[in-house]
């Protein structure tokens, strides 16, 4: 599966943001999908996942209450809406697929396929 991330942007604090990820191939439903995020000098972090079905899913503590993974597999689509947007959210994010996992992971290392990243960068 190819993987392409778009909606980043510059938003000032407590501001929003929809990414969006869209998948290629036919087989988008059989993909658990995550959000990772990466920031200067800093390793990439587990943002969001959501598994196959689209009705679990799983957030890092430092973004629950304020963003929302969710995915239509009709549409070969995952979202990540991003509220209340504070500056330690800038960072790169990427979206990844799972194969041959029904729920989603928080290491980067359960993914097997993953986007080019877009850019969100949150002023104070």
């Known amino acids: 599966v190819q993987l392409q991330a778009s909606g980043g942007g510059l938003v000032q604090d407590g501001g929003s943001l929809r990414l969006s990820c869209t998948a290629s191939?036919?087989?988008?439903?059989?993909?658990?999908m995550g959000w990772f995020r990466q920031a200067p000098g800093k390793e990439r972090e587990f943002v969001a996942g959501?598994?196959?079905?689209?009705?679990?899913?799983a957030y890092v503590d430092s973004v629950k209450g304020r963003f929302t993974i969710s995915r239509d597999n009709a549409k070969n689509m995952v979202y990540l809406q991003m509220n209340s947007l504070k500056p330690e959210d800038t960072a790169v994010y990427s979206c990844?697929?799972?194969?041959?996992?029904?729920?989603?992971?928080?290491?980067?290392?359960?993914?097997?396929?993953w986007g080019q990243g877009t850019q969100v960068t949150v002023s104070s």
């Open positions: 990844a697929a799972r194969s041959n996992a029904i729920l989603s992971a928080t290491y980067s290392e359960g993914y097997s396929y």
């Open positions: 959501v598994n196959r079905n689209g009705k679990n899913t």
């Open positions: 191939g036919r087989t988008f439903s059989s993909y658990a």
